[in-house]
Nanobody, 127 residues
């Protein structure tokens, strides 16, 4: 069973918006933080945004801050990523991940510190 399941990716034009959702199947309950990463073809996986589950503190990659917003819904155990003013360079497969250990700021960027992952959802921004 996949720990996390993403939905909401798709094809959008430059300047458009998408809202993605990530749902936990159970193993991610009690995690310290959930995050979104992305991986474009031929590139390494890159941190996008994270939110701590209890305090709701948020961390963003500089290039998406002000355009993307991460949020969590404790009642439904979901995390969302609202993406606005999308650019061609945002094209990638987006992954949801969770971690049990503490992080803050750039300390949340390391993908190796996240234990559970989804299978990803593809976002394509056309110009």
């Amino acid at each position: 069973q996949v720990p996390l399941v993403e939905s909401g990716g798709g094809l959008v034009q430059v300047g458009g918006s998408l809202r993605m959702s990530c749902e936990s199947s159970g193993r991610a309950f009690g995690s310290f933080a959930w995050a979104w990463f992305r991986q474009a073809p031929g590139k390494e996986r890159e941190f996008v945004a994270a939110v701590t589950w209890r305090a709701g503190k948020k961390v963003y990659l500089d290039s998406v801050e002000g355009r993307f917003a991460i949020s969590r819904d404790s009642a439904s155990n979901r995390v969302y990523l609202q993406m606005n003013n999308l650019k061609p360079e945002d094209t990638a497969r987006y992954y949801c991940a969770s971690r049990q250990t503490y992080c803050s700021g750039s300390g949340c960027y390391d993908a190796r510190e996240y234990e559970d992952w989804g299978q990803g959802t593809l976002v394509t921004v056309s110009s």
